[in-house]
Nanobody
Framework: QVQLVESGGGLVQAGGSLRLSCAASGGTFSSYAMGWFRQAPGKERGFVAAITRSGGRTYHADSVKGRFTISRDNAKHTVYLQMSSLRAEDTAVYYC?????????????????WGQGTQVTVSS
């Protein structure tokens, strides 16, 4: 059983930056591809970014490409989401998730474990 705990959310002005962290415990972190998702009020939880087990490959949604970067540190059992040039439409609860698939996936149903989420609010 893998436990995931996100941190780093908060209130930021448009154009600003935040770095989210997701610390994993209870499993072999390097055995899981990891993803970030977000959910705004009244909307479905949507894919943001994903990274392979080794960290060698990443994938970002078009809406965040060039502004957000996913990375991981397997020694620290942590995955990160560096967010820059934030916009009001990035306001959401951000979740990290782990999948036992051998490669990353954008499908939230393929993820086995989820964190509790961290709120990101971007003021315009």
């Amino acid at each position: 059983q893998v436990q995931l705990v996100e941190s780093g959310g908060g209130l930021v002005q448009a154009g600003g930056s935040l770095r989210l962290s997701c610390a994993a415990s209870g499993g072999t972190f390097s055995s899981y591809a990891m993803g970030w998702f977000r959910q705004a009020p009244g909307k479905e939880r949507g894919f943001v970014a994903a990274i392979t087990r080794s960290g060698g490959r990443t994938y970002h949604a078009d809406s965040v490409k060039g502004r957000f970067t996913i990375s991981r540190d397997n020694a620290k059992h942590t995955v990160y989401l560096q967010m820059s040039s934030l916009r009001a439409e990035d306001t959401a609860v951000y979740y990290c998730a782990a999948t036992a698939r051998s490669y990353y996936t954008t499908d939230r149903d393929e993820y086995n474990y989820w964190g509790q989420g961290t709120q990101v609010t971007v003021s315009s």
